[in-house]
């Protein structure tokens, strides 16, 4: 409603300006009524039911390749809604505008749902049948994006079938740019090996800003 409103009040010849969200994939309408980890989730200490967050839509130009939803993202039904969701824009150069356009960036984690807590109060990892489920269709329907940004040990592991430590897979990345980078989670628990690691920020994240800039204004650009 708000969409036609403000639609209404634009004139005809420019109203192809405003920028469209594609339309919902039947694929993400049948993954959001997914509910496979109900029972497994119900186990967990913070014993929630499935929430999947469905962030994409083919299109896109960037894929943010991700682990799983947090806490915070459980409630609020949107990717990257907390401190962690910050530091990754900031590393992209984009703020939440562009983040949240779903015809410019898809958000694909190795899982949908938020995984849970253990009794120890320590993140549960992605459930593999989310993955094995899900993603191979998820990427056959986004097609080959120009840019893909891997977050995390679990998506490095999928992508790219690293299987050593995320340092010496983040540090190796000039042998996958500029269509691919592994980066560390942007989760605060990172904070120590960002300050070990310099080359990340001074080396890496300017690379990584000129290629998002570069995918997000040239929409011809196949590469
Ligand atoms: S984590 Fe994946 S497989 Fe499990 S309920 Fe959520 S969408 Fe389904």
Redesign the pocket.
């Known amino acids: 409603m708000v969409y036609l409103a403000l639609a209404a009040q634009i004139p005809r010849g420019k109203r192809n300006m405003v920028p469209d969200t594609p339309a919902e994939t039947q694929l993400a309408k049948d993954?959001r009524a997914?509910?496979?980890?109900?029972e497994?989730?119900a186990g967990t200490a913070t014993a929630h039911v499935?929430r999947?967050v469905v962030w994409f839509r083919p299109g896109a130009r960037v894929l943010i390749a991700g682990q799983?939803p947090g806490a915070r993202v459980h409630q609020t039904g949107r990717p990257f809604t907390d401190p962690s969701g910050d530091r990754l824009r900031d590393w992209l150069g984009i703020g939440e505008d562009i983040f949240y356009d779903l015809s410019r960036v898809a958000v694909v984690p190795m899982?949908?749902?938020f995984?849970g807590y253990d009794n120890k109060g320590s993140d549960l990892p992605?459930?593999p049948?989310?993955g094995r489920?899900?993603h191979n269709r998820v990427m056959a329907e986004l097609g080959n994006l120009p840019l893909v940004v891997l977050v995390g040990g679990h998506a490095h592991r999928y992508h790219l079938g690293a299987r050593g430590p995320v340092t010496e897979t983040v540090a190796a990345w000039r042998d996958h740019a500029p269509r691919v980078f592994a980066l560390p989670h942007p989760s605060w628990r990172n904070t120590g090996w960002l300050k070990k690691n310099p080359w990340f920020q001074t080396d890496l994240l300017p690379v990584l800003r000129a290629r998002v800039k570069e995918v997000l204004h040239d929409p011809g650009n196949p590469d």
């Open positions: 993954i997914c509910r496979l980890c109900a497994r989730f499935p999947p799983a899982a949908f749902c995984p992605p459930p049948i989310c489920t899900w």
